[in-house]
């Protein structure tokens, strides 16, 4: 079994998952509340990594982050370093493919808090960030744990934007599901199967834990 | 005059509708104001625009001369400087903290603990408003909005969510909780009985205008309009009496002849031929002891100051 591309892949995960949660619940927040009128364009905008294949947004992201983009000039500026094959490159584009993962769980979790709690909070003079901290979060508590497990199980099993920003770098940027697919190329089946059947348990036990969470948080607090 | 809280503004809510009120209310003079009309007449809206929850198209809105809204000068004030209490009709306490933490959203524990005495909450403390009844979830939201001390308290239509025997009970008890809060609050309503028995002070809204404002004991007729206009007693003002020569301070007295004899529970609605219909809801105690039946002759007694005038117009 490949322990070092686990490693990776879970370092890669958690990494992604915290960055998802920074910033899709502010996005999400907007999204369910905003009244602006073109947020569609931006809805389909998060959910486009839904539907498009990963080699296409893999190759996009590999132009946008080369050293003659205007971010890969930039990011080599600050820190020297070059983001394509890098793990910094595919925590960027893990960020990007499993945006909608977080985003639309906690949207609709945000989507399902009664509006009336909100301006009721509002009305007791709290403000709109205290009000979001201390009843919209609280409330969707199910949705951000669905979006944050689901977001870390996308990661751990993605391939196609690995493959295309990130390489086959030991230790930098080889993940499990690269791992995999190297030792079926190499026909190596015995580890194929070890990581598969690990990546496999992995995802299951993580789902599974979800579901059983979300129905104890629901039991607790039953939403309407 | 700085008493006062002056609302003049218009919102469209469809093609076909649209809310404009026009609104002075004097809050020394009013501490409790009874905002009352038909359903969908407008009332939520209005109040919703009071609270800063809905944005009118135009106008502006000043209470005790600080602007809380002015189209013309672009002032909108998010609902948390206005600092209105508003109770939503299902009272949208919190579901996840407890009835003591719900009190103390928005105030010190002192302050909460202090009101959740005065509302006889203090052993419900440690619950969640789930389990608690609709009567108790109504004074904990009115301690949670008074807790955040309102300069302004908006209820839209607080009883509605009870059952009619709570109802009718805590209809009393909220004027006394609101009079208690000392806090000037407006109370949508399309209940009459209950508009006469919470306010001191009422605005009619119909068809999302406000057509009248008055002191609740002389509703009275625009000044502006003319036209027929409706002599309106309540039903629960009105006295029978076999007696007719007893001396009584009442003045207004009807023969009449009773027409039927309805009762409804506690109560008994009594229809009189005064010449004209006339209701009279007794206690059923008093119908009984009366012997009330279908052709007799009685006399209706009404105080003066029971006898309403309202523009035939303005309330079908």
Same mark, same amino acid.
């Given at each position: 079994?490949?322990?070092?591309?686990?490693?990776?892949?879970?370092?890669?995960?958690?990494?992604?998952?915290?960055?998802?949660?920074?910033?899709?619940?502010?996005?999400?927040?907007?999204?369910?509340?905003?009244?602006?009128?073109?947020?569609?364009?931006?809805?389909?905008?998060?959910?486009?990594?839904?539907?498009?294949?990963?080699?296409?947004?893999?190759?996009?992201?590999?132009?946008?982050?080369?050293?003659?983009?205007?971010?890969?000039?930039?990011?080599?500026?600050?820190?020297? @370093?070059?983001?394509?094959?890098?793990?910094?490159?595919?925590?960027?584009?893990?960020?990007?493919?499993?945006?909608?993962? #977080?985003?639309?769980?906690?949207?609709?979790?945000?989507? @399902?808090?009664?509006?009336?709690?909100?301006?009721?909070?509002?009305?007791?003079?709290?403000?709109?960030?205290?009000?979001?901290?201390?009843?919209?979060?609280?409330?969707?508590?199910?949705?951000?744990?669905?979006?944050?497990?689901?977001?870390?199980?996308?990661?751990? @099993?993605?391939?196609?934007?690995?493959?295309?920003?990130?390489?086959?770098?030991?230790?930098?940027?080889?993940?499990?599901?690269?791992?995999?697919?190297?030792?079926?190329?190499?026909?190596?089946?015995?580890?194929?199967?070890?990581?598969?059947?690990?990546?496999?348990?992995?995802?299951?036990?993580?789902?599974?834990?979800?579901?059983?969470?979300?129905?104890?948080?629901?039991?607790?607090?039953?939403?309407? | 005059?700085?008493?006062?809280?002056?609302?003049?503004?218009?919102?469209?809510?469809?093609?076909?509708?649209?809310?404009?009120?026009?609104?002075?209310?004097?809050?020394?003079?009013?501490?409790?104001?009874?905002?009352?009309?038909?359903?969908?007449?407008?009332?939520?809206?209005?109040?919703?625009?009071?609270?800063?929850?809905?944005?009118?198209?135009?106008?502006?809105?000043?209470?005790?001369?600080?602007?809380?809204?002015?189209?013309?000068?672009?002032?909108?004030?998010?609902?948390?400087?206005?600092?209105?209490?508003?109770?939503?009709?299902?009272?949208?306490?919190?579901?996840?903290?407890?009835?003591?933490?719900?009190?103390?959203?928005?105030?010190?524990?002192?302050?909460?603990?202090?009101?959740?005495?005065?509302?006889?909450?203090?052993?419900?403390?440690?619950?969640?408003?789930?389990?608690?009844?609709?009567?108790?979830?109504?004074?904990?939201?009115?301690?949670?909005?008074?807790?955040?001390?309102?300069?302004?308290?908006?209820?839209?239509?607080?009883?509605?969510?009870?059952?009619?025997? #709570?109802?009718?009970? #805590?209809?009393?008890?909220?004027?006394?909780?609101?009079?208690?809060?000392?806090?000037?609050?407006?109370?949508?309503?399309?209940?009459?009985?209950?508009?006469?028995?919470?306010?001191?002070?009422?605005?009619?809204?119909?068809?999302?205008?406000?057509?009248?404002?008055?002191?609740?004991?002389?509703?009275?007729?625009?000044?502006?309009?003319?036209?027929?206009?409706?002599?309106?007693?309540?039903?629960?003002?009105?006295?029978?009496?076999?007696?007719?020569?007893?001396?009584?301070?009442?003045?207004?007295?009807?023969?009449?002849?009773?027409?039927?004899?309805?009762?409804?529970?506690?109560?008994?609605?009594?229809?009189?031929?005064?010449?004209?219909?006339?209701?009279?809801?007794?206690?059923?105690?008093?119908?009984?002891?009366?012997?009330?039946?279908?052709?007799?002759?009685?006399?209706?007694?009404?105080?003066?100051?029971?006898?309403?005038?309202?523009?035939?117009?303005?309330?079908?």
């Amino acid at each position: 079994m490949d322990w070092q591309a686990i490693w990776l892949s879970v370092r890669l995960a958690a990494s992604t998952t915290a960055i998802l949660l920074a910033l899709g619940l502010p996005i999400a927040y907007w999204l369910t509340f905003s009244p602006r009128r073109w947020k569609f364009l931006v809805e389909a905008l998060v959910a486009l990594p839904l539907v498009l294949p990963p080699t296409v947004l893999g190759f996009y992201l590999l132009l946008a982050m080369g050293p003659r983009s205007p971010l890969g000039a930039l990011y080599a500026r600050l820190t020297g @370093g070059m983001l394509p094959f890098s793990f910094q490159g595919l925590l960027l584009a893990s960020v990007l493919y499993s945006f909608p993962f #977080t985003v639309q769980p906690v949207a609709a979790a945000f989507a @399902g808090v009664d509006r009336k709690l909100i301006e009721a909070s509002w009305c007791l003079g709290v403000s709109r960030a205290a009000t979001f901290r201390r009843v919209v979060v609280p409330l969707s508590l199910p949705g951000i744990a669905t979006g944050a497990i689901l977001s870390f199980a996308h990661t751990l @099993g993605e391939f196609g934007v690995v493959l295309m920003v990130g390489g086959n770098i030991s230790g930098v940027t080889r993940t499990v599901s690269i791992s995999i697919y190297d030792s079926v190329q190499a026909l190596n089946y015995g580890a194929a199967w070890a990581t598969s059947l690990f990546l496999l348990c992995v995802s299951f036990t993580v789902l599974a834990l979800t579901y059983a969470l979300q129905r104890r948080i629901w039991a607790v607090w039953p939403i309407n | 005059m700085a008493d006062q809280l002056i609302c003049q503004c218009r919102k469209r809510l469809s093609k076909a509708f649209e809310v404009e009120a026009d609104l002075c209310l004097p809050l020394h003079q009013a501490p409790v104001t009874v905002l009352f009309g038909p359903s969908g007449s407008g009332k939520t809206t209005l109040l919703r625009m009071l609270a800063g929850l809905e944005r009118p198209d135009a106008g502006s809105i000043v209470f005790r001369e600080s602007p809380w809204f002015d189209a013309a000068r672009a002032i909108h004030l998010p609902p948390r400087q206005r600092r209105a209490g508003f109770l939503f009709q299902d009272y949208a306490l919190f579901p996840h903290p407890t009835v003591a933490e719900n009190v103390a959203y928005a105030a010190s524990r002192e302050t909460a603990s202090k009101l959740l005495d005065a509302f006889g909450l203090t052993d419900l403390a440690a619950r969640k408003p789930r389990a608690i009844s609709g009567g108790q979830q109504q004074r904990v939201a009115l301690a949670r909005a008074l807790a955040a001390q309102p300069a302004l308290l908006l209820l839209d239509e607080p009883l509605s969510a009870l059952d009619a025997p #709570t109802r009718s009970r #805590t209809r009393y008890e909220l004027r006394r909780m609101l009079l208690a809060g000392g806090v000037p609050s407006i109370v949508v309503t399309h209940d009459r009985m209950e508009a006469v028995a919470l306010g001191d002070w009422m605005a009619v809204m119909v068809e999302g205008r406000i057509r009248q404002t008055g002191p609740v004991q002389i509703q009275c007729v625009d000044s502006g309009e003319t036209g027929p206009v409706l002599a309106c007693i309540r039903a629960e003002d009105v006295a029978i009496t076999r007696q007719m020569d007893r001396v009584s301070s009442a003045r207004n007295r009807l023969a009449g002849r009773v027409r039927a004899v309805i009762p409804e529970g506690a109560l008994a609605r009594v229809e009189l031929d005064c010449g004209f219909t006339l209701v009279a809801l007794v206690t059923a105690q008093s119908a009984a002891e009366l012997v009330l039946r279908e052709g007799e002759n009685v006399s209706a007694v009404v105080k003066a100051t029971s006898v309403h005038l309202a523009a035939h117009t303005s309330l079908q």
